[in-house]
């Protein structure tokens, strides 16, 4: 009986810690409009731009933009955002598509990083697309001015 204790929690304790971080509550703004030359023009349809956020960003009061509570977690070098319904019809853009162009590194706010498990992390420049209620955006870990190499480090059995 003992021995079969034991094994249950040496069990528990190494699937325990194998996991990746929990899932984060966050806050995502979806920006509509084309982006032309760097410019947003709010009248057309598609995504500009998305702002991520630990605090609600913004209100969606606004025709331009729609705010989002959403979940995300970080799963095979992909932060995976899930939104609770489908996003506006104003987002497709003229192919038909929900996509958007990140084009440069964003670096997501260091309290937000922290819940998904990083001391810094950042999304990598790209093309990107919702599928349905989901978006999975490409992670990085910044990089050092000084020295150029990535800075973000894992946290593994941190205690809050």
């Known amino acids: 009986m003992k021995k079969l204790f034991v094994l249950l929690v040496l069990f528990s304790l190494i699937f325990g810690l194998k996991s990746e971080a929990k899932p ?4 995502i703004k979806i920006n509509w409009g084309s982006l032309e030359k760097g410019v947003c023009n ?11 956020s630990l605090r609600t960003v913004g ?11 959403v979940q995300g977690e970080i799963a095979n070098n992909m932060l995976i955002i899930n939104l609770p319904k489908g996003i506006n019809e104003k987002g497709k853009n003229a192919r038909g598509q929900y996509a958007f ?5 964003m670096v997501l706010e260091q309290g937000l990083a922290k819940e998904l498990g990083f001391e ?16 999975a955006l490409k992670i990085v870990s910044p990089r050092d001015a ?7 480090k894992r ?4 205690v809050k």
């Open 155 to 158: 946290q593994h059995g941190t």
């Open 42 to 52: 709010p009248s057309e349809f598609g995504i500009c731009s998305i702002i991520i």
């Open 146 to 152: 000084a020295s150029g190499l990535p800075t973000g």
């Open 59 to 69: 209100t969606s009061g606004a025709t331009d933009s729609e705010v989002y509570d």
């Open 24 to 27: 984060a509550k966050f806050s």
């Open 101 to 105: 162009t990140v084009p440069k590194e």
């Open 120 to 135: 810094k992390l950042s999304i990598a420049p790209g093309n990107y697309e919702f599928k349905g209620n989901v978006l």
